[in-house]
T-cell receptor
Framework: DTAVSQTPKYLVTQMGNDKSIKCEQN?????MYWYKQDSKKFLKIMFS???????INETVPNRFSPKSPDKAHLNLHINSLELGDSAVYFC????????????FGNGTRLTVT | QKEVEQNSGPLSVPEGAIASLNCTYS??????FFWYRQYSGKSPELIMS????GDKEDGRFTAQLNKASQYVSLLIRDSQPSDSATYLC????????????FGPGTSLSVIP
């Protein structure tokens, strides 16, 4: 009965490859997010979707493309991977509203070699 | 100026002491404030949320908010070694949509 689940947990790939990370939440939340946590542990927002609609798109390279087929799923596809993309990527969801906390998935550790 | 700032630490306190973690934010329209705890290799988990000026207590944890000073803090009483983690301050900069911004985190080490 995992609330927010991400797959895969680990992803090791070479520069130039394309990879995807999948996220699903069973909390009935309307809003889902992608955050990137770099080696210094700084958690930075990348994208946010509300009921399948993109509402936040931070300054992220075009190589990153989120997709939300329905409000329970948010995927992240990354083209032409670079060394600097190595990080932990967290999916999160919230009910929406200013007092709604984020519920995080377990993260995907991406290593680009 | 970063939107949310925290002392990076590490902050070391002896077991049983009070740990005090501080956070400042730059945007006055911020409406809600959260403290998350993150153990090494794990995902952030919510400890406290606070929306109004003053103190909010939950067990050993007390969150304090001062919107005039744009300051939020977390006190951990009777610190335990299991409290050793990184503590992330987060701010919801709600305008027309929710946008939760995190500080860089403070690493706390509780020494037995």
């Amino acid at each position: 009965d995992t609330a927010v689940s991400q797959t895969p947990k680990y992803l090791v790939t070479q520069m130039g490859n394309d990879k995807s990370i999948k996220c699903e939440q069973n909390l009935g939340h309307d809003t889902m997010y992608w955050y990137k946590q770099d080696s210094k542990k700084f958690l930075k927002i990348m994208f946010s979707y509300n009921n399948k609609e993109l509402i936040i798109n931070e300054t992220v390279p075009n190589r990153f493309s989120p997709k939300s087929p329905d409000k329970a799923h948010l995927n992240l596809h990354i083209n032409s991977l670079e060394l600097g993309d190595s990080a932990v990527y967290f999916c999160a969801s919230s009910q929406g509203g200013f007092n709604s906390p984020l519920h995080f998935g377990n993260g995907t550790r991406l290593t680009v070699t | 100026q970063k939107e949310v700032e925290q002392n990076s630490g590490p902050l070391s306190v002896p077991e049983g002491a009070i740990a005090s973690l501080n956070c400042t934010y730059s945007d006055r329209v911020s409406q809600s404030f959260f403290w998350y705890r993150q153990y090494s290799g794990k995902s952030p988990e919510l400890i406290m949320s606070i929306y109004s000026n003053g103190d909010k207590e939950d067990g050993r944890f007390t969150a304090q908010l001062n919107k005039a000073s744009q300051y939020v803090s977390l006190l951990i009483r009777d610190s335990q070694p299991s409290d050793s983690a990184t503590y992330l301050c987060a701010v919801n900069k709600k305008t027309s949509y929710d946008k939760v911004i995190f500080g860089p985190g403070t690493s706390l080490s509780v020494i037995p």
